[in-house]
């Protein structure tokens, strides 16, 4: 499009996004339970991302796959052996069937009952309570899970992540003006520009390296492109502490108890 609506409807989305890094880099860095905080609870079930809440976490991550029957079914592996009492493969089996597994058992007696949750259930829980990111597993689920960020009203609480750039671009097709991360397999690489570039092309408002090798120049280049910089997944208190001097901007962990402790008394010395 060479000019005219498209245009003024990008640089608003634009704007609305720069809107948002702005106000999370004002918060002071995320604490983000991962998977819900998959140390404390039965991973990217209802049950972690209310015991996130009830934490004091503001933002959780939550990864989502497609059923067989075309469901967004929140759940990290590509089958069901790991997390549940069941087997197969998730996309394979129908919603139906994923909702009689149990998701908590294996976690826990204590959690026994809890389901696999969609996608639109975890965002109705947590909708006022969570910013969310949500990491896409699957191929073509962009626009469901567009769909499900609207109709839950997440869509102003949530970025969107993926290893994949050709999902980022699909995802932006469809929702220009909702969040992206890209996040990187890689160990943060000593030459940050090339994956800042990658970002930027992608419109993505935040980069998200593995937290192995994250340097202060990594950290200072991306957020000098307006990037955020958030790492996974950090459980040691100590390498939490380091890349907080680093000065990222988030950080993913199972232990979310811990990182908050951290926070606040680095709040209470600042
Ligand atoms: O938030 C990023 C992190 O969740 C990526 O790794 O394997 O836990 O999905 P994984
Ligand atoms: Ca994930």
């Given at each position: 499009m060479a000019s005219g609506a498209g245009e003024r409807g990008n640089s608003r989305a634009t704007r609305h996004i720069a809107a948002g890094v702005k106000a999370w880099r004002e918060e002071g860095p995320a604490c983000i339970a991962h998977r819900g905080g998959l140390a404390l609870a039965p991973e990217n079930t209802l049950a972690s991302f209310a015991n996130a809440v009830k934490l004091g976490c503001k933002w959780a991550e939550l990864d989502v796959r497609a059923s067989r029957d075309g469901a967004l079914a929140v759940i990290?592996?590509?089958?069901?052996d790991r997390t549940t009492n069941g087997t197969g493969a998730v996309a394979e089996l129908s919603l139906r069937q994923l909702k009689?597994?149990?998701?908590g058992l294996k976690f826990?007696?204590?959690?026994?009952?809890?389901r696999i949750p969609t996608l639109d259930q975890v965002l109705r829980a947590v909708r006022g309570k969570l910013n969310m990111l949500v990491e896409i597993k699957?191929?073509?689920i962009e626009r469901q899970v567009v769909a499900s960020l609207r109709k839950t009203r997440m869509d102003t609480s949530a970025v969107v992540i993926c290893f994949d750039p050709e999902v980022l671009v699909r995802f932006k097709q469809v929702a220009s003006d909702l969040p992206t991360g890209l996040l990187l397999s890689l160990r943060a690489p000593k030459e940050p520009g090339p994956l800042v570039a990658l970002a930027r092309r992608l419109r993505a408002c935040c980069i998200m390296p593995s937290?192995?090798?994250?340097t202060k120049e990594f950290v200072e280049k991306a957020q000098a492109a307006g990037l955020l910089v958030s790492t996974w997944t950090v459980n040691d208190p100590g390498r939490m502490e380091a890349l907080l001097d680093l000065g990222v901007d988030g950080i993913g962990t199972d232990r979310p108890d811990v990182l908050l402790k951290i926070l606040a008394r680095r709040r209470r010395r600042a």
């Amino acid at each position: 499009m060479a000019s005219g609506a498209g245009e003024r409807g990008n640089s608003r989305a634009t704007r609305h996004i720069a809107a948002g890094v702005k106000a999370w880099r004002e918060e002071g860095p995320a604490c983000i339970a991962h998977r819900g905080g998959l140390a404390l609870a039965p991973e990217n079930t209802l049950a972690s991302f209310a015991n996130a809440v009830k934490l004091g976490c503001k933002w959780a991550e939550l990864d989502v796959r497609a059923s067989r029957d075309g469901a967004l079914a929140v759940i990290h592996d590509s089958t069901v052996d790991r997390t549940t009492n069941g087997t197969g493969a998730v996309a394979e089996l129908s919603l139906r069937q994923l909702k009689k597994l149990d998701a908590g058992l294996k976690f826990s007696r204590r959690f026994a009952g809890q389901r696999i949750p969609t996608l639109d259930q975890v965002l109705r829980a947590v909708r006022g309570k969570l910013n969310m990111l949500v990491e896409i597993k699957a191929k073509n689920i962009e626009r469901q899970v567009v769909a499900s960020l609207r109709k839950t009203r997440m869509d102003t609480s949530a970025v969107v992540i993926c290893f994949d750039p050709e999902v980022l671009v699909r995802f932006k097709q469809v929702a220009s003006d909702l969040p992206t991360g890209l996040l990187l397999s890689l160990r943060a690489p000593k030459e940050p520009g090339p994956l800042v570039a990658l970002a930027r092309r992608l419109r993505a408002c935040c980069i998200m390296p593995s937290h192995e090798g994250v340097t202060k120049e990594f950290v200072e280049k991306a957020q000098a492109a307006g990037l955020l910089v958030s790492t996974w997944t950090v459980n040691d208190p100590g390498r939490m502490e380091a890349l907080l001097d680093l000065g990222v901007d988030g950080i993913g962990t199972d232990r979310p108890d811990v990182l908050l402790k951290i926070l606040a008394r680095r709040r209470r010395r600042a």
